[in-house]
């Protein structure tokens, strides 16, 4: 079965400095890993995804991300910080056996203080 | 990029009576889409993939008969909360995957609607 685990809560990370959402899954094929956003009463936004090739992802808003095969992860990353980044943040995944279904983390707030 | 619409973004209902949400693909085709429900600072429930032309496949512990799904066409899907209580109450957000996609792609997510029912 799928899942993803996404550890924290909350971020708090002050303007300008790098920061790091977390997330590790589990699948039983290859691993297809997504990251979205939500702002606020609004739908997702997809930013980034990772499928083949390449371990380190570039998405949108200069958001990367890193797929780490033997430690299952699949953090976000930002080099520096914008307040307008406050958001919360989903990973997700889905096997490429099951095409279908994308199981989603349980969210992390990120908070970019001024 | 791909756009995903719902309709209506919010609507507010008396308790017994039953709302329809609409989820369209306005820019691709659409095989199959999903229904999602999100409760206040929680993630994001699956409750159904709904398939063009065919029955939706419910999630465990989703009823059917509660939540009617209908997907007439390639581009549009509809959720239909039968006899609301405000249980009911929450952001639900439909997705469609475009039929073109074998899995890589993302899915592309409508804005949500929140039901409140009183």
């Known amino acids: 079965a799928q899942s993803v685990a996404q550890p924290e809560d909350q971020v708090n990370v002050a303007e300008g400095n790098p920061l790091t959402v977390k997330c590790t899954y589990s699948?039983?094929?290859?691993?297809?890993l997504f990251w979205y956003v939500q702002y606020p009463n609004r739908g997702l936004q997809f930013l980034l995804k990772y499928i083949t090739g390449d371990n380190l992802v570039k998405g949108s808003y200069g958001f990367e991300a890193e797929f780490n095969k033997s430690q299952t992860s699949f953090h976000l990353k930002k080099p520096s910080a914008l307040v307008s980044d406050s958001a919360l943040y989903f990973c997700a995944v889905r096997d490429d056996s099951s095409a279908s279904k994308i199981i989603f983390g349980s969210g992390t707030r990120l908070s970019i203080r001024p | 990029g791909a756009v995903v619409s719902q309709h209506p973004s919010r609507v507010i209902c008396k308790s017994g009576t039953s709302v329809k949400i609409e989820c369209r693909s306005l820019?691709?085709?659409?095989?199959?889409m999903f229904w999602y429900r999100q409760f206040p600072k929680q993630s994001l429930m699956l409750m159904a993939t709904?398939?063009?032309?065919?029955?939706?496949?419910?999630e465990q512990g989703v009823e059917k008969d509660k939540f009617l799904i209908n997907h007439a066409s390639l581009t549009l899907s509809t959720l239909t909360v039968t006899s609301a209580h405000p249980e009911d109450s929450s952001f639900y957000i439909c997705?469609?995957?475009?039929?073109?996609?074998?899995?890589?792609?993302?899915?592309?997510f409508g804005p949500g609607t929140r039901l409140l029912v009183l």
């Open positions: 699948v039983s094929g290859n691993p297809y």
């Open positions: 709904s398939n063009e032309g065919s029955k939706a496949t419910y």
């Open positions: 820019d691709f085709q659409a095989t199959t």
């Open positions: 997705s469609a995957e475009p039929s073109t996609s074998r899995g890589e792609e993302t899915q592309y």
